[in-house]
């Protein structure tokens, strides 16, 4: 049996590494992360505390992760070519991935909205939020001021809490909440 090389040894600790995120949010969604424990994450995942911490310092520091790459991944749906101006294009192609990103990652989508209302969870991923949130609230008021919308700062936080609150509705129920005709009707009245 030859030695690993530097190639397999980078794709076993990837694979390790999503192997205890997955098993994080497994364990975050059903126990919330106050009630989460590591040891819960570790035997979940099938790893020891040690392994874990070889990858990351605490469970704050395994939440904050999540919380990170979930959002780069997001990111990326919104300004896809980020020229800070959407179009109507670009407008639609947002409301479709986004939903598209909540179907595929329910697990993360569920801590998501479990953090945002647990004040001392939130601290703890507060900035990486809002390092995405500002952004996307200035480009979408941007966007219905070149609409000619009266007051496009209400229009652009509307967006925000119905794309929220269509998301909270469908995480409560996805067998039965009907996504696709309802982001077909955000894109009809909100482009």
Do not use: C
């Amino acid at each position: 049996m030859s030695p690993r090389t530097t190639e397999q040894n980078i794709e076993i600790k990837k694979e390790k590494r999503t192997t205890i995120i997955d098993a994080a949010l497994e364990v975050f969604a059903e126990k919330s992360f106050m009630g989460a424990s590591v040891s819960m994450i570790t035997k979940k995942a099938g790893i020891s505390k040690g392994l874990l911490y070889n990858y990351f310092e605490s469970k704050e520091d395994l939440l904050i992760q999540i919380i990170h790459e979930g959002f780069d991944e997001f990111v990326h749906v919104f300004d896809p070519n980020k020229d800070g101006v959407l179009t109507t294009d670009e407008f639609e192609f947002f409301v479709d991935e986004t939903f598209s990103l909540l179907k595929k990652d329910l697990p993360f989508w569920k801590l998501y909205f479990s953090i945002i209302v647990q004040p001392a969870v939130m601290a703890l991923v507060q900035d990486k939020l809002m390092e995405f949130i500002g952004p996307f609230i200035q480009t979408l008021v941007e966007y219905y001021q070149k609409t000619g919308v009266k007051n496009p700062e209400a229009h652009a936080m509307l967006m925000g809490s119905i794309m929220d609150g269509v998301s909270l509705n469908y995480i409560m129920d996805p067998k039965n909440y009907p996504i696709e005709d309802v982001k077909k009707i955000i894109i009809d009245k909100f482009k």
